[in-house]
């Protein structure tokens, strides 16, 4: 018996003794007429094998799935859950704890690392914040959301990005099955016309809406911009990358998302700013002379807007120039609406909020009703506060937007750092890539707040650890 334990303890064997066990299980379902359990049988298991051997399989799976992942809330209106991507995010996490408890730690310097504190006391005030909700069970609920979000993202995606070519993985995981989504978005839009209206729902099933489905394509974008238009890599590689940013460009203007476009030309400034070393001061005193410049003639800029009629249009220019429409657009007035909300939330609980996840359940009496428009809503089934800034000030308090800021910028500090500091050119193009896609993400985030949903969570924090990987393993 011993020896018989002996000879299965390699993974290989192993492998060979469940696909027999899986043949026979699955002759006797058929013999029993469950066909449907004889199917997802060598799925599960191989899902185990994964986990119990080739845990940054099941981690890149993830990642791939993502795009791909579908929503089950209209099937089962009680349980909102990403199918496959969450239950697996769930399940990393309790690998993640287990090991913890075990005292099978990553590299240490992970935890040590700037941006992983920030990550951990985020979510520390998350706790403290869910512990005095105004709903309990909907901000712990919502906390562990996060968690199994940044946890396997963060602090195992670190230690996986130690090796640079799974730094490349990720990205092209991701961007290879979003062409899927692209091309069944493209082919369902097609049978509208490529209208404005048939751009809100074409990317069913794979995504609920355009924006978000626009701010993924523009997270992406200056990924596939840097591998086309620098000379490291190989000619097919850039060639592949040029047409695909064509790809990923055409859809991104066929989404009809003006926030999404908008997040593209902030990054673009960005990348000329860094590229032309302007100086921290003079970027800080132009910000400065613009805000006092609002100041002086805000009342002459709330003419104009209010002047401004032009609504969502499937004409590019009057759909760009709809962005400024703050007198007649349902869209920006609604969003108006959800801000000027969060803003009275906050200022009833300045200091512990009102609790994670609860935005949607709470700020219906806090609307005015001068305010509200024909898609506004008291019962909370219609999204969050539209910004991944105002969220957390009435949901966390003061401490939740400054824990968000102080994050943000620290991401942004030592990708940038990296970017000038690291000895090898591949490792400075990445950083560089990599933090001129997460400001895409930083700039939509005044706009519209998708961090409680895998698609952006996933990049989001994977990239984050791309960040922090470059930064601990390969600045030097």
């Known amino acids: 018996m011993k020896a018989l334990t002996h000879y299965f303890r390699q993974p290989i064997r192993l492998f060979y003794l469940i696909a027999l066990i899986t043949i026979t299980l699955n002759v006797v379902l058929l013999q029993l007429d469950y066909p449907m359990l004889g199917w997802l049988l060598p799925i599960a298991i191989l899902l185990t094998f994964s986990f119990l051997y080739q845990l940054d399989y099941v981690f890149f799976f993830t990642v791939f799935a993502t795009p791909l992942a579908v929503n089950i809330e209209d099937l089962f209106p009680q349980l909102s859950l990403s199918i496959p991507t969450e239950p ?13 408890l075990m005292r099978q730690l990553p590299d240490s310097r ?4 700037p941006i992983v504190i920030l990550a951990i006391v985020n979510l ?34 670190t230690a996986l990005f130690s090796k640079l070519k799974n730094i490349k993985l990720f990205y092209w995981l991701y961007i290879i099955a979003f062409i899927i989504v692209i091309v069944n978005t493209s082919i369902n839009h097609a049978a509208y ?3 404005e209206k048939g751009a809100n729902w074409s990317m069913a099933p794979f995504f609920n809406d355009h924006t978000a489905y626009g701010v993924m394509l523009a997270f992406f974008i200056p990924i596939l911009a840097g591998f086309s238009l620098t000379n490291i890599y190989r000619v097919p590689v850039r060639w592949v990358s040029f047409l695909l940013l064509i790809l990923f460009s055409i859809a991104l203007l066929l989404s009809y998302c003006r926030a999404a476009w908008f997040s593209v030309a902030v990054s673009a400034m960005v990348f000329l700013l860094i590229a032309f070393r302007i100086r921290l001061k003079w970027i800080v005193l132009a910000g400065f002379i613009v805000i006092g410049g609002f100041y002086t003639y805000q009342q002459e800029l709330m003419d104009r807007l209010v002047k401004n009629k032009q609504e969502s249009s499937a004409n590019y220019i009057e759909h760009i120039e709809s962005i400024s429409n703050v007198s007649s657009d349902a869209s920006n007035l609604e969003r108006i609406n959800r801000w000027h909300s969060a803003i009275r939330l906050f200022s009833e609980r300045p200091n512990l909020g ?3 996840g609860t935005y949607q359940f709470v ?6 009703a001068r305010e509200k428009t024909i898609i506004s809503t008291d019962l909370g089934e219609r999204g969050n506060a539209h910004s991944e800034y105002l969220g957390p000030l009435a949901e966390s308090g003061w401490p939740g937007l400054l824990g968000v800021l102080v ?3 620290t991401i942004v500090f030592y990708g940038i750092k990296v970017y000038q500091k690291a000895a090898l050119k591949e490792v400075r193009l990445l950083s560089l890539f990599t933090i001129l896609s997460l400001i895409t993400y930083f700039a939509h985030g005044f706009m519209n707040n998708f961090l409680d949903t895998d698609k952006s969570a996933i990049p989001f924090w994977g990239f984050t650890a791309i960040i922090t990987a470059l930064d601990l393993y390969h600045k030097d």
């Open 88 to 100: 697996l995010l769930a399940a990393l996490l309790l690998i993640f704890v287990l090991k913890l």
């Open 110 to 113: 992970i935890f040590k690392h």
């Open 124 to 157: 520390v005030w998350m706790v403290t914040t869910s512990i005095t909700s105004e709903l309990p069970l909907v901000s712990f609920k919502h906390l562990i959301a996060r968690l199994w979000f940044v946890v396997p993202m963060l602090f195992m995606g």
């Open 193 to 195: 016309g490529f209208s």
């Open 354 to 356: 009102w609790g994670p």
């Open 363 to 368: 700020y219906g009496p806090y609307q005015q």
């Open 407 to 409: 994050l943000f910028s």
